[in-house]
């Protein structure tokens, strides 16, 4: 992408339009923030519950005054330890985020993406943008340009290529709300990383009063019907299903964590692209490294 691509991007953005921009975990959906329409655009687009929170993108933590209540002490640590990168953090909703972004909710997701193109278009575009996964609710997220494409087709102004995405699954969400950090979305940073990095305990958590996005019981689904099996009666399954007159895919991941996680989504995509009626996998063994992996998997197997 040159700096002309660039500079379309932002010119559509500031028109109110909406781009599809790579991030270094997935490909999003960005529009203004403040502009009511270009919302109102994105939820459409993906099909979206106008109740499910969006995540606010900026190309630096300065970048977001006035869209947060204040900076806690806790975001200033982890922004200088993980930022730009794969981190979402839960904060107070300053004035200049509206509702329609956050569900409702005095809450706002804000993160700072670790990929050249979408800081270039942040920082062009002189503000936050709302950037969820740039795919239908519910489905698998986009890691590439096509992937993009071939769930959107034309609904999108523009689809800026960044390449595939280096880490390929969304982004650890940590809620700095409460009194003890909880993390609500596993991703590639790690409670004992962020534990480290705050000097202080940090839990896991599901539901509560805060509602983060990508975290359904079911989310990220294939359009296959995906089955978690144990590794040990694998191959029964296949046959069971086979009997029954089912064309079965079997996604064996690789045991790298970082791998299985770069892989994952384009993986199942291609299973969907040959047409498959099931896929069985089996979760990796349960590890921080693999947690990421592990929850969209059983998310994805909820949906189906």
Same mark, same amino acid.
Do not use: C
């Given at each position: ?73 806790s975001l200033a640590v982890l922004a200088r330890h993980f930022w730009p990168g794969p981190l979402t953090a839960i904060v107070d909703r300053g004035e200049r ?78 809620? #700095?709300?409460? *009194? @003890? ?6 991703? +590639?940073?790690? %409670?004992?990383? $962020?534990? /480290?990095? #705050?000097?202080? *305990? @940090? ?6 009063? +805060?509602?983060? %996005?990508?975290? $359904?019981? /079911? ?14 009666v694998r191959a029964s399954e296949v046959e069971r299903h086979r009997a029954r007159g089912e064309r079965v895919g079997l996604l064996v991941l690789p045991n ?49």
């Amino acid at each position: 992408m040159t700096d002309d691509g660039v500079a379309r991007a932002i010119a559509i953005l500031r028109r109110g339009g909406v781009v599809a921009i790579p991030t270094e975990t997935v490909y999003g959906l960005a529009a203004d923030l403040e502009n009511p329409d270009a919302i109102a655009r994105v939820y459409a687009i993906k099909g979206r519950p106008v109740d499910h929170p969006l995540i606010v993108h900026a190309h630096e933590l300065a970048a977001l005054s006035r869209y947060v209540a204040a900076v806690p002490a806790s975001l200033a640590v982890l922004a200088r330890h993980f930022w730009p990168g794969p981190l979402t953090a839960i904060v107070d909703r300053g004035e200049r985020t509206p509702h329609t972004v956050t569900g409702g909710q005095d809450t706002v997701a804000v993160r700072v993406p670790d990929h050249p193109l979408a800081l270039a278009i942040l920082a062009g575009f002189g503000g936050p943008l709302a950037a969820p996964s740039a795919n239908r609710f519910g489905r698998v997220s986009p890691t590439t340009a096509q992937h993009v494409r071939d769930d959107l087709g034309d609904a999108v102004e523009l689809i800026v290529d960044g390449g595939s995405a280096r880490i390929g699954v969304e982004s650890t969400i940590v809620d #700095l709300t409460s *009194a @003890v950090p909880a993390v609500l979305r596993a991703g +590639v940073i790690t %409670p004992s990383q $962020l534990s /480290a990095a #705050l000097g202080e *305990a @940090v839990v896991e958590r599901t539901g509560g009063p +805060v509602r983060a %996005p990508g975290a $359904l019981p /079911a989310h990220y689904a294939p359009r296959a019907r995906l089955e978690l099996v144990d590794e040990a009666v694998r191959a029964s399954e296949v046959e069971r299903h086979r009997a029954r007159g089912e064309r079965v895919g079997l996604l064996v991941l690789p045991n790298d964590s970082a791998i299985a996680a770069r892989t994952l989504y384009a993986t199942l995509r291609a299973l969907d692209a040959d047409g498959y009626d099931t896929i069985l996998a089996t979760l990796p063994p349960a590890s921080e490294a693999a947690a990421a992996v592990r929850d969209r998997l059983t998310r994805a197997a909820a949906g189906a």
